[in-house]
């Protein structure tokens, strides 16, 4: 499950850091920042306990790295406006709430660590889809 944490965290993030090339609002542009802060933190988090474990530590492929990045330029090419930018981080948060929720259900025997973080990163994603409602 810690891997699932460190994966859609670190998607949130690449997600985040493409989208802020297009964010024309200040106050949007503050929060996206504050929200890359508190993601980046749980993904830390989980790459710690992971190497507390002994297990390996994955970095996120450049192939799925690219598909973030390029699904979002591309969505923007047309588009920049902030009610686009906040529906398309909706849709990345919803992705992200719907991963984790995904890997608590199939992990039964994850640890309560593990079980915490990928709680705290739903929980965290889905206040992040309330936030950016107020963008569109």
Known sequence: MLREVQKNSSTAL???Q????????????????????????????????LMEGG??????SIVSQTLVSGAIHMN?????????IAELMIKNHQKGVTGMWR???RYDTATDRSVELAQELAD?????????REYL
């Open 76 to 84: 923007t090419m047309l588009n920049t406006s902030t009610s686009h």
């Open 18 to 49: 493409a989208v802020s090339e297009y964010v024309d609002n200040a106050e949007l542009s503050r929060m996206l920042f504050g929200q890359s802060r508190i993601i980046e933190n749980i993904r830390n988090r989980a790459v710690e306990s």
């Open 55 to 60: 297990e390996q530590v994955r970095q996120e």
């Open 124 to 132: 965290f994603e889905e206040s992040c889809i309330e936030r950016m």
């Open 103 to 105: 890997a608590m259900n």
């Open 14 to 16: 690449k997600a985040i």
